[in-house]
């Protein structure tokens, strides 16, 4: 059990350190990800909205020349589809961020208990300060990643989530007075 204590004690700090940093990379690489994503349906969702209008005198549903037809609701589904895969990805990233601290207080526990195991003076400081510098490394990290996560991919997962409720319930609307007009 000392051997496994030891070599928690070692490592755990470089661990957290090498965890934070490969996360923070991916949490901003996705977040890069998502926010391209999101320009393309924003894009898309505005051609796609100027195709289709509602007269606002008579209800009728005006279906404007789209100069760029390739624009369809499948198209935007597509775009969803993916921009959802992404967002899997971010929670994936963003359930790992409570690791942290979780590392934190192993580090803590094996100093502690290795503190008691020190014969000198010298060892019950290491254990300490492995004690100590490890709920520090991994509170810091728990909290940029936090702070990361909260203003930057959830923000925008959030805003696109938003878009294409809006545009989901125009084309339904849409169709809905289509229908109408057709039954009478």
């Given at each position: 059990m000392t051997d496994v204590l030891q070599v928690i004690k070692e490592n755990i700090n470089l661990v957290i350190l090498l965890f934070g940093a490969l996360l923070t990379?991916?949490?901003?690489?996705?977040?890069?990800?998502?926010?391209?994503?999101?320009?393309?349906?924003?894009?898309?969702?505005s051609r796609r909205n100027k195709k289709w209008a509602v007269n606002p005198i008579d209800g009728a549903v005006i279906d404007e020349d789209d100069e760029d037809a390739s624009i369809t609701p499948d198209t935007i589904r597509q775009y969803e589809r993916d921009f959802n895969k992404d967002c899997a990805?971010?929670?994936?990233?963003?359930?790992?961020?409570?690791?942290?601290?979780?590392?934190?207080?192993?580090?803590?526990v094996a100093g502690l208990m290795l503190e008691t195991n020190?014969?000198?003076?010298?060892?019950?400081?290491?254990?300490?300060?492995?004690?100590?510098?490890?709920?520090?490394?991994?509170?810091v990290f728990a909290i940029l990643l936090k702070i990361?996560?909260?203003?930057?991919?959830?923000?925008?997962?959030?805003?696109?989530?938003?878009?294409?409720?809006?545009?989901?319930?125009k084309i339904d609307i849409a169709d809905m007075i289509q229908k109408m007009k057709t039954n009478n």
């Amino acid at each position: 059990m000392t051997d496994v204590l030891q070599v928690i004690k070692e490592n755990i700090n470089l661990v957290i350190l090498l965890f934070g940093a490969l996360l923070t990379a991916l949490l901003l690489f996705n977040g890069s990800k998502l926010s391209s994503h999101k320009s393309r349906i924003e894009e898309a969702v505005s051609r796609r909205n100027k195709k289709w209008a509602v007269n606002p005198i008579d209800g009728a549903v005006i279906d404007e020349d789209d100069e760029d037809a390739s624009i369809t609701p499948d198209t935007i589904r597509q775009y969803e589809r993916d921009f959802n895969k992404d967002c899997a990805m971010h929670n994936v990233f963003s359930q790992l961020i409570p690791v942290f601290p979780l590392m934190g207080i192993l580090g803590t526990v094996a100093g502690l208990m290795l503190e008691t195991n020190a014969a000198d003076i010298e060892g019950m400081m290491a254990s300490v300060d492995t004690a100590l510098s490890s709920t520090f490394f991994g509170l810091v990290f728990a909290i940029l990643l936090k702070i990361i996560d909260a203003v930057f991919p959830s923000k925008i997962i959030e805003d696109v989530e938003v878009m294409l409720d809006d545009y989901s319930k125009k084309i339904d609307i849409a169709d809905m007075i289509q229908k109408m007009k057709t039954n009478n």
